[in-house]
């Protein structure tokens, strides 16, 4: 198998950092905190549905999304969605990401943009 180069070695470890950074979160967070941010306005059994993940457990990951559980205990735990009645129905919780959670994803999504202070490469 040949050996990644350099700009891909140097997106993965932006995209590792940027993953990084959202400490406490595993994989079942970061599936869901990225099908909501593709797919605003969700309900909680949509999100369990979208992800094949148990209600039960699409619910414990969206309360630690919420940052309604402390999952690092060295730091207080950061809202990266909120859930809001629902325009449609008001009988219906929508999820949708923070400003915290959308500077997240940017994050995530941005891994190819250069930082601040460095050349830009061709595109």
Same mark, same amino acid.
């Given at each position: 198998?040949?050996?990644?180069?350099?700009?891909?070695?140097?997106?993965?470890?932006?995209?590792?950092?940027?993953?990084?950074?959202?400490?406490?979160?595993?994989?079942?967070? !970061? $599936?869901?905190?990225?099908?909501? /941010?593709? &797919? *605003?306005?969700?309900?909680?059994?949509? @999100?369990?549905?979208?992800?094949?993940?148990?209600?039960?457990?699409?619910?414990?990951?969206?309360?630690?999304?919420?940052?309604?559980?402390?999952?690092?205990?060295?730091?207080?735990?950061?809202? !990266? $969605?909120?859930?809001?009645?629902? /325009?449609? &129905? *008001?009988?219906?919780?929508?999820?949708? @990401?923070?400003?915290?959670?959308?500077?997240?994803?940017?994050?995530?999504?941005?891994?190819?943009?250069?930082?601040?202070?460095?050349?830009?490469?061709?595109?």
């Amino acid at each position: 198998m040949p050996d990644i180069n350099a700009t891909q070695r140097t997106r993965l470890l932006r995209l590792k950092d940027a993953i990084a950074s959202l400490r406490g979160l595993n994989l079942d967070h !970061l $599936v869901s905190l990225l099908t909501i /941010a593709a &797919d *605003p306005g969700l309900s909680v059994n949509e @999100l369990a549905e979208k992800t094949n993940t148990p209600q039960a457990s699409t619910s414990r990951y969206v309360a630690v999304l919420a940052g309604r559980y402390q999952t690092d205990a060295a730091e207080p735990p950061i809202a !990266l $969605v909120t859930q809001e009645i629902s /325009a449609d &129905d *008001p009988r219906r919780r929508a999820l949708y @990401l923070t400003p915290e959670g959308h500077q997240a994803i940017m994050a995530i999504i941005n891994v190819d943009e250069p930082t601040s202070g460095t050349e830009g490469e061709a595109a």
